[in-house]
Each structure stands twice: as structure tokens, then as C-alpha cells.
């Protein structure tokens, strides 16, 4: 499976770990363009919350990938969240890194 890794900040990261964020939006440039054409669908994309160890990092799998049209996410990717695959140094109870 393709992988792409990116950041995400920490209330986007807790919301996917708790399953209520179902889809992560990125801006519509060449940076995502460029990396969204080399991959497959499904994919794997790990997000990485913070910089200094332990890092939280998030695993998930991107069924398919959208623009969607409404005036509120215009110009974004719609990044479609099956399932979370796997998840390191957070802390599910608390909602915070361990």
C-alpha cells in the first residue's frame, strides 16, 4: 500500500483517533496535487502530531479522494477516512499523548 505522511494538528488528531473526523481536508496545490497522483487508492497516511519524541502518530487508510463543491471546502481535497490502522504514544482515555 502507497504511504504519504504529513502533520495534523492536535484537536484534528484527537477527533480522528475518537472516529468522530471521518475526512481530512488539504488545500487544492501543486504540493498535494503532485503527491496525490503518485499514490493509489486505497492508501496509507500517517500523520504525525508535534516534533519532539515521543511524537503521537496516527495511521489511517484514504479510500478515495474528492474535491468537494460546497462554498465551505472549496479548493481542498476531501481525504475519505476508512479505518484508523493504527495508533502510537497517545493516550485513547485522555485524549493527549502519553
Known amino acids: 500500500m502507497d504511504t504519504i505522511t504529513t502533520t495534523l494538528a492536535r484537536q484534528w488528531f484527537a477527533e480522528i483517533v475518537a472516529g468522530t473526523k471521518r475526512?481530512?481536508?488539504r488545500d487544492i496545490k501543486p504540493y498535494?496535487?503532485?503527491r496525490l497522483k503518485r499514490v493509489k487508492t486505497p492508501f496509507r497516511l500517517v500523520l504525525r502530531n508535534g516534533m519532539t519524541p515521543p511524537i503521537p502518530v496516527l495511521?489511517?487508510?484514504i479510500?478515495?479522494?474528492t474535491r468537494?463543491?460546497?462554498k465551505a471546502h472549496r479548493g481542498n481535497y476531501a481525504l475519505h477516512i476508512g479505518?484508523?490502522?493504527?495508533?502510537?504514544h497517545w493516550d485513547r482515555?485522555?485524549?493527549r499523548p502519553k
Open 23 to 25: 475526512v481530512e481536508y
Open 32 to 34: 498535494w496535487s503532485t
Open 59 to 61: 495511521h489511517v487508510r
Open 63 to 65: 479510500d478515495r479522494v
Open 68 to 70: 468537494p463543491t460546497g
Open 83 to 88: 479505518r484508523v490502522l493504527k495508533v502510537e
Open 93 to 95: 482515555k485522555r485524549q
